[in-house]
């Protein structure tokens, strides 16, 4: 028997949802919840184990907002998690394995998604299709065409998406683009991304049957029907194709994203080459050089953007000795080479100096508070162009890194 596609598992839930009644996947417009300059917010977080953490403490230290509901496929995370939200709100959360349940509760207003990877669009869409506003954590989507799909409903269904590149609401990074744009230090040559963390073996995990707690086919979804094994759960998805994207998808896509900003009307690249590979220090105590992972945790990706060539570089190795013995050091950093000289740091490096200048002052045009924030503002004023990072240039940012990585497997 096959696996079950991205988009077949999207016709076959059309049956699995009926019994969820105000929303169905093919349905007509859905005008959501009008809300009040003084009526409370009420979000569900879904994904709540690790970055799931720290959206429930955002918005439940918010004025105007409940954290309301909390969705996981790993029911053994309610209770933990339902007595943060009860701590700090005085109100305990409800609390669903099946996201489904959860967008057909008319007092839903917004979803907030720190999921898997490849369940990021789906719940997007659906939870437009609900009514329901939307910040989805980066990568918007798993590839190019998900991508696209959850810009179409953002417009059908007149949502507000926050994509979760928040260095968009970075007020030096945004000093630092605005300085690059400004002119006063010539044409942008190349603009550098580093996303080099520690991205070491995770080593091999047997096939097993999935632990009680967790209903696994919920929590593969879209992906493709596969075994379980403790790789999966509940960080090292990042580096099966099936559920992540890799480094580039994870952290790199805030650099790759900031990198983008600074080229002036960076869309997509015309032209993609990337190379690397994965590699783990034969001294972990594995098969040398092997792990379970896929993903390489070593890539070099060049952009042609024209007059601009974007550069990103990932480094995996680093933070303890390696082969050689040597310690190199993580770097997770954005860089902009212009005609003049060099931005880094919030600072400008005449060409040929290393003695830093302060930026330029430029006026900036930012929407309000940090993300988490500015989101929950927007969904008041029902004004988009006030996000940090609308869905369309969260899509375009994701986008680059499912390019990068098209690119290195061919």
């Known amino acids: 028997m096959s696996s079950p596609t991205r988009r077949t598992f999207l016709k076959r839930t059309v049956a699995a949802g009926a019994a969820f009644s105000t929303f169905t996947i093919s349905g007509t417009k859905s005008s959501g919840t009008v809300l009040g300059a003084n009526d409370t917010i009420r979000v569900g977080v879904a994904g709540i184990r690790g970055r799931g953490g720290s959206h429930i403490d955002s918005f439940a230290k918010m004025k105007g907002v ?8 790993d029911r053994s995370l309610f209770e933990s998690r339902a007595k943060q939200v009860q701590a700090m709100t005085g109100t305990a959360p409800k609390c669903f394995q099946d996201i489904r349940a959860a967008l057909d509760d008319k007092n839903l207003d917004a979803i907030s998604i720190a999921t898997c990877n490849h369940w990021h669009s789906l ?7 609900a009514g329901k506003d939307v910040y ?5 989507s798993h590839n ?14 007149n949502r507000i998406v926050q994509h979760g590149t928040q260095n ?3 007020i030096s990074w945004a000093r630092q683009v605005a ?6 230090y010539g044409k942008l040559l190349v603009s550098k991304a580093y996303a080099s963390k520690p991205r070491w073996s995770i080593g091999f995990q047997s096939i097993e049957d999935p632990p009680e707690h967790i209903d696994f086919n919920l929590w593969l979804g879209p992906a493709p029907e596969q075994p379980f094994h403790r790789n999966l759960v509940h960080y090292n998805w990042h580096w099966f194709w099936d559920t992540g994207n890799g480094e580039v998808g994870n952290q790199g896509v805030h650099q790759m994203d900031v990198a983008r900003w600074a080229i002036p009307g960076a869309t997509l690249p015309q032209r993609v080459t990337s190379m690397g590979g994965r590699w783990v220090n034969s001294t972990e105590g594995h098969t040398p050089f092997t792990d379970q992972g896929q993903t390489p945790n070593c890539q070099l990706t060049v952009m042609d953007f024209g007059d601009t060539l974007l550069v990103y570089e990932i480094i995996g190795l680093v933070n303890k000795p390696g082969v050689d013995g040597k310690n190199y050091p993580s770097k997770v950093a954005n860089e902009f080479y212009l005609e003049a000289g060099v931005i880094k740091d919030g600072k400008f490096y005449p060409k040929g100096s290393d003695q830093a200048e302060d930026l330029v002052e430029t006026e900036l045009n930012m929407g309000p508070g940090d993300i988490f924030a500015n989101f929950i503002h927007c969904v008041r004023d029902r004004k988009r162009d006030a996000l940090h990072a609308n869905i369309v240039e969260g899509h375009l940012s994701s ?7 098209i690119s290195y497997r061919l």
Not at 144 to 157: L, M, N, P, T, W
Not at 179 to 184: D, H, I, N, T, Y
Not at 399 to 405: E, I, P, T, V
């Open 66 to 73: 409940q954290v309301s509901h909390l969705i996981d496929p």
């Open 123 to 129: 719940i997007t869409i659906w939870a437009c299709q």
């Open 136 to 140: 989805v954590e980066k990568p918007c």
């Open 144 to 157: 190019v065409f998900e991508g696209r799909q959850c810009i179409a409903a953002a417009a059908k269904y």
């Open 168 to 170: 968009r609401g970075n």
């Open 179 to 184: 300085a690059v744009a400004s002119g006063q």
């Open 399 to 405: 986008a680059c890194c499912h390019l990068s990585n």
